[in-house]
């Protein structure tokens, strides 16, 4: 993307106080949809070794990487007064804790399935689960290569690594949100669920659009650049 394009969608980095109450707004929906997730997992079955697949996840996906993309599209109220710089590092901080998370919970529900003597893989949710961390970690493998994309110049345009890179975590990120709501609506199908399964689900596309919409706007504008 050259510089002028890409400034301009940045230009505004101060936060207008309606987009200040719609970040507070969402970020309040995530902790209810996450909070709501997890408590509801834990009431049902307790803190058993299947309680942090998940727990984590929704830790990983939802509050984390929310926030990490948020921040990179200076979107985020958390660091508004933050140069560029520790904006990219606040995001692979964030990005690494949300990996670790994820690789924990996937080795917890890997054993408990094993314990249980079930064979792995049979459900939609899960062949999503596996397709989606498998992005994730690619897409993690990426943000290192878009870190030191300036130093990378001779070999790859880094509007071409900045635009593969805001690609796969867009497509990360809307996988997740489709195997989080696989994932309970298999598993709650309880009188109560018939109305609380789609109020998450809007709740849920509500915050991937918010969270979403300004990385996709940048992503188009790159990709046009590339292409022009
Ligand atoms: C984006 C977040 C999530 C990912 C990437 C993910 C991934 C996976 C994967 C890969 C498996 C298969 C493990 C195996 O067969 O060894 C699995 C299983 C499972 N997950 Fe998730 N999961 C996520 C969120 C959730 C949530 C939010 C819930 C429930 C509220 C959930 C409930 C389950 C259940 C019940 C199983 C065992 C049954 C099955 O294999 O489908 N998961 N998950």
Same mark, same amino acid.
């Given at each position: 993307? %050259?510089?002028?394009?890409?400034?301009?969608?940045?230009?505004?980095?101060?936060?207008?106080?309606?987009?200040?109450?719609?970040? +507070?707004?969402?970020?309040?929906?995530?902790?209810?949809?996450? $909070?709501?997730?997890?408590?509801?997992?834990?009431?049902?079955?307790?803190?058993?070794?299947?309680?942090? @697949?998940?727990?984590? +996840?929704?830790?990983?996906? !939802?509050? !984390?990487? %929310?926030?990490?993309?948020?921040?990179?599209?200076?979107?985020?109220? !958390?660091?508004?007064?933050? &140069? /560029? *710089?520790?904006?990219?590092?606040? @995001?692979?901080?964030? *990005?690494?804790?949300?990996?670790?998370?994820?690789?924990?919970?996937?080795?917890?529900?890997?054993?408990?399935?094993?314990?249980?003597?079930?064979? @792995?893989? *049979?459900?939609? /949710?899960?062949?999503?689960?596996?397709?989606?961390?498998?992005?994730?970690?690619? %897409?993690?493998?990426?943000?290192?290569?878009?870190?030191?994309?300036?130093?990378?110049?001779?070999?790859?345009?880094?509007?071409?690594?900045?635009?593969?890179? %805001?690609? $796969?975590?867009?497509?990360?990120?809307?996988?997740?949100?489709?195997? +989080?709501?696989?994932?309970?609506?298999?598993?709650?199908?309880?009188?109560?669920? $018939?109305?609380?399964?789609?109020?998450?689900?809007?709740?849920?596309?509500?915050?991937?659009?918010?969270?979403?919409?300004? &990385?996709?706007?940048?992503?188009?504008?790159?990709?046009?650049?590339?292409? $022009?």
């Amino acid at each position: 993307m %050259s510089i002028e394009s890409e400034s301009g969608i940045r230009a505004k980095k101060e936060m207008t106080s309606t987009a200040k109450y719609l970040n +507070m707004a969402i970020l309040i929906i995530i902790l209810g949809v996450s $909070a709501y997730i997890i408590g509801r997992i834990v009431n049902d079955i307790g803190v058993v070794l299947f309680t942090y @697949h998940p727990t984590f +996840m929704v830790l990983g996906y !939802l509050i !984390l990487m %929310s926030n990490a993309i948020l921040i990179m599209a200076d979107s985020s109220i !958390l660091t508004t007064n933050m &140069s /560029h *710089q520790n904006r990219i590092t606040a @995001h692979w901080i964030i *990005q690494l804790c949300a990996l670790i998370l994820f690789v924990i919970a996937q080795i917890c529900i890997f054993t408990h399935k094993n314990n249980l003597g079930k064979s @792995h893989f *049979q459900t939609t /949710h899960s062949i999503f689960g596996l397709i989606t961390v498998s992005l994730t970690m690619l %897409s993690a493998i990426g943000g290192v290569f878009t870190k030191y994309a300036m130093q990378l110049r001779n070999t790859v345009k880094p509007v071409v690594l900045k635009c593969f890179h %805001s690609f $796969a975590g867009i497509l990360v990120y809307i996988l997740a949100v489709i195997t +989080m709501i696989l994932g309970f609506s298999q598993m709650w199908n309880e009188d109560k669920d $018939a109305y609380i399964k789609p109020i998450l689900i809007v709740l849920i596309v509500i915050i991937a659009f918010f969270i979403l919409i300004k &990385s996709f706007v940048l992503f188009i504008s790159r990709f046009k650049d590339i292409i $022009a």
